[in-house]
């Protein structure tokens, strides 16, 4: 004998509404975060030159810690920032209501590159993950996000209701 099953609309409703937010939500969290951790400015590009080149591998410096954070650099010759467009090229795409792509347009900002995975020189740069950092950094509030948006979806979902079996 077939068992007959209903849907659980309201639930279904709760989901279909909630978890699109919640990913919207973790989006921009963690683009927030990577955002703070590429500009710093409590160092000139004078100053870390006169550090020695802190994230060079040939004596390299924690000068920072996390070590994978990132400055904001202005170049005194050009006026340019050299590390605001990194800032620029910090990608967060929702591809759909269950997926966050997290990345760098390296036609933005061609330097990104170098500065995420390092140079292959012997004297070249460190590379520094401030991706992965990132999203380290803000696993407890993916988990309250998440939490808050379950709790929410079976309150909503229970409110919509089943409609009676006949």
Known sequence: MATKRIPLIGLEAAIQTKTPEMIREMADEL????YDNVSLEDHTLKELNLLGNPYG???PQEIHNPAYLVHTQHSPSSGNKIGSDLIDALRVNIVNQYRIQVG??????????DVYWGTTKA????????IEGSFQEVQEEFKEI???????I???GA??????FR
């Open 31 to 34: 683009e927030q975060r990577m």
């Open 57 to 59: 591998k040939k004596h």
């Open 104 to 113: 760098f347009d390296e036609s933005i900002a061609p330097h990104v590159r």
């Open 123 to 130: 004297t070249g740069m460190r590379g520094r993950d401030f």
């Open 146 to 152: 998440g939490e808050n948006g379950l709790k929410e």
């Open 154 to 156: 079976v309150e909503k």
């Open 159 to 164: 409110i919509g209701g089943t409609p009676e």
